[in-house]
């Protein structure tokens, strides 16, 4: 163990120097709210917490408390591990951090196994510690692992397999271990099917010997999987498929939605630079084995799936998405090994000066990475996202979580409890408020879900999954929530359910529709009524 640490000493200082790194960046995204310092997680991220909170109170899997039960989640044991920690006497304001926490310590875990890859296709000492960098630096990556999304846990569930499946290849052992963990990851995310056949089906490819052992593990555990997930849902929720697949997968014709996540990855393809880009593939063409094939045969099955659901709600932001994201370390890793046998194909043709050159091209190699960390995170242009590497500049989505908040102290000010309110971000408004919400973009209301998607003007790139669907005569005409705290699209269209029957108030600064016979308002909070 101290031969261990000794040999290691230097990866285990870059993980400290790293450790460090990513707690400023959680610490970034807290912000002080009615005199409480308050780390808030993704809007997303919160509306599991919502989940995860009535849970661990003895309410179920409901996102209200005494409503029907409807999978308005798709991260199941993402939620139940969020549950875990609301068990405890956390206060609301500081129980995110321990799942920020959580975040940075599957990230960390994930960077072991990246190096541990890139030992696995290179004799280079400096190549598994660049990929190691890229990984750690990468903002997106940071983006949706630090602020509660599961991305951090199938991260690290996609490079841990990676490993065990390239070192099971080259050592010809079974390793039970590579099926029990992508049977996990399809708990954490149902998508996670797309990595498990790719490992499942090279595996049954290139590992002759052991052929049979894998058909059966892999058929049986992917079986249990889809048929017990499947009987739960349609015990608990009575459907097969989450709420979210109809509100993000229905109502589209395919060919659109295939075209947008063209589009989107077209994007993400040019702004990452398409030179870079292509780069580890082109030498793949020439060079490589099954352990690169494997990892460019994972990354590229993201890259197809991304495509295949219409890309994220959130390719605005730019980056990597959270389907891509999760095996960009695998990206990285072949990044470093295309500029490692370019270096090396040069040092080949050279006959003298061996020594001096080859330390020139290791050099070189660094250079370029370290400028490949800039460049990978030049996301649309923006040099606040440059600031962002070096913690220089506030993470994105903080300014909408601190006024997320703010809305929630108002709603909490001028309702009681039994008052319903009717939200667009379906997350930290209603687990801050502890109010009955109203999902108006119906991630979890089904009647929404199954509408047909309303396809925007503007192109490709103005179609958000998830954010086009909606239907203001049963949210507001039939549900009647006490206070509206948003309009989502064409205000005239929901005019006819407001007029005469709500009025506009402000509380604290934010305005809201209160319902003018709501017995749930507080009338007396209530701040003024603008003219």
Known sequence: MVNKLRKNWLFILLLLVIAVYMCVYIYQTSFISNGTRYFVLFDDAMISMRFAKNFAEGYGLVWNPGETPLEGYTNPLWVVFMAIFHLFPIPAPKISLFIQLSGALFLLANLVFVKKIAEEITDSLIAPYLAVILTALYVPLNNWSLQGMEVCVLVLLISAVGYLTIHSIKNEKFSKWI?????????????????????????????????????????????????????????????????????????????????????????????????????????????????????????????????????????????????????????????????????????????????????????????????????????????????????????????????????????????????????????????????????????????????????????????????????YEHTFGKLKPDLILGIWGDREEAEIYIDGFYTAVVVNGEQFLARNDSTEILWDKVEQFPE
Not at 204 to 232: E, P
Not at 377 to 394: E, G, S, T
Not at 453 to 467: D, E, F, K, M, T
């Open 179 to 471: 099926y029990i963990l992508l049977f996990l990851g399809t708990f954490v995310r149902m998508d996670m099917i797309v990595p498990y056949l790719v490992y499942w089906g090279f595996l049954i490819i290139f590992d002759s010997k052991n052929r049979m052992k894998h058909i059966i593990w892999g058929a049986g555990f992917l079986a249990f999987s889809l048929v017990s997930q499947s009987l739960f849902r349609h015990y608990y929720y009575g459907d097969l498929l989450p709420n979210t697949y109809y509100l993000k997968m229905t109502g589209m014709p395919l060919i659109l939605r295939l075209k947008r996540g063209l589009f989107v990855l077209y994007k993400f393809i040019r702004e990452l630079n398409w030179v870079l880009f292509i780069l580890p593939f082109l030498v793949l063409l020439f060079r490589y084995d099954k352990s690169t094939l494997l990892l460019a045969l994972v990354f590229s099955a993201q890259l197809a799936y991304s495509v295949y659901v219409g890309g994220d709600a959130w390719e605005h932001k730019g980056g990597a998405n959270r389907y891509i994201s999760v095996a960009i370390p695998l990206f990285f890793i072949l990044f470093v090994y295309g500029w490692e046998q370019i270096k090396n194909s040069l040092l080949a043709a050279v006959k003298e000066y061996k020594t001096i050159i080859g330390f020139l091209g290791n050099v070189g190699v660094v250079l370029i990475v370290f400028l490949s960390v800039l460049n990978f995170n030049f996301l649309l242009n923006n040099q606040n996202n440059i600031k962002r590497i070096f913690l220089l500049y506030k993470p994105l989505f903080i300014e909408a979580n601190k006024e997320n908040v703010r809305i929630a102290h108002a709603v909490k000010k001028v309702t009681t409890e039994q008052a319903e309110i009717a939200v667009i971000g379906a997350g930290s408004i209603p687990y801050f408020s502890e109010r009955q919400s109203i999902d108006i973009l119906g991630k979890i209301d089904s009647y929404i879900a199954h509408l047909p998607n309303r396809i925007p003007s503007g192109g490709l790139a103005n179609i958000r999954p998830g954010h086009m669907k909606w239907d």
